[in-house]
């Protein structure tokens, strides 16, 4: 239990850096404005893109009419809500280690992350075009 209890303090401090609008100031120098905004942008743009996702899921459990795989839509639907929610936690994640990096003058954070958002959307395409292929040969 010491190893839960530690992941458990350094998950709630991140969230309390990321919540405490002073703790990025609170490091480095002030920096260019324009760098800040950027990275600004850029966390809207992954707000955007995680909404997206939560609106399609939201569609898929609404609109998608019953796939040939029983519950395929609702396994859609759900993906899609959490997938959708994972990119909206980590955009803060990234506006947050990338803002103190600016402030620290140190390399910015690399990131997997948008390279295998990238291929799970990929993924769940070719899932979805294999499912209404599947139903098109069934229906006729």
Partial sequence: MPGTKRIISVVWQAIRRWFDPSAPRSVGATPDYRFSLANERTF???LRTGL????????????LPPLPLRHLREVIAVALLL??????VR?????ARTERAIRLGDELPASRF????ALIVAV????LVVAILVKGAGGR
Avoid at 52 to 63: D, E, N, R
Avoid at 124 to 127: D, K, Q, R
Wanted: aromatic share 8%; proline share 3%.
């Fill in 52 to 63: 997206a996702l939560i609106a399609g899921g939201l569609a898929t459990a609404q609109f």
């Fill in 91 to 95: 955009a803060v994640d990234h506006w």
């Fill in 44 to 46: 809207l743009a992954w």
């Fill in 124 to 127: 769940g395409a070719l899932l």
């Fill in 114 to 117: 948008p390279a295998v958002l």
């Fill in 83 to 88: 997938l959708g929610a994972t990119v909206a």
